[in-house]
Nanobody
Framework: VQLQASGGGLVQAGGSLRLSCAAS????????VAWFRQAPGKEREAVAA????????SYADFVKGRATISKDNAKNTVYLQMNSLRPEDTAVYYC????????????????WGQGTQVTVSS
């Protein structure tokens, strides 16, 4: 089971990025997926989550209205579109998958990707 996160980079404040999380070794149809982030010196926090069907989503307050999580089961890929990026969004972004439920709790997620760096300059 592998999750490959990509799409991070350096962007100016107000810009956009689309992160991708490609799953292999399992069918993502049966997995919920979430994005987390961790900034230097801070704890890992949930950004957004999507249910296994893709029909239910949940967002952290700090990205509501600026981010969209979506799931393409045919491609085994989950996307996180982030707009109006702020310097405080700078962090390593991780995707994670779960077969035990869905939501923003870290404890639900058994499988983690390696992370992709997002840096937002002011």
């Amino acid at each position: 089971v592998q999750l490959q996160a990509s799409g991070g980079g350096l962007v100016q404040a107000g810009g956009s990025l689309r992160l991708s999380c490609a799953a292999s070794g399992f069918a993502s149809d049966y997995h919920s997926v979430a994005w987390f982030r961790q900034a230097p010196g801070k704890e890992r926090e949930a950004v957004a989550a999507v249910s296994w069907s893709g029909r239910m989503t949940s967002y952290a307050d700090f990205v509501k209205g600026r981010a969209t999580i979506s799931k393409d089961n045919a491609k085994n890929t989950v996307y996180l579109q982030m707009n109006s990026l702020r310097p405080e969004d700078t962090a390593v972004y991780y995707c994670a998958a779960s077969t035990r439920g869905w939501g923003k709790s870290r404890e639900l997620y058994d499988y983690w990707g390696q992370g992709t760096q997002v840096t937002v300059s002011s």
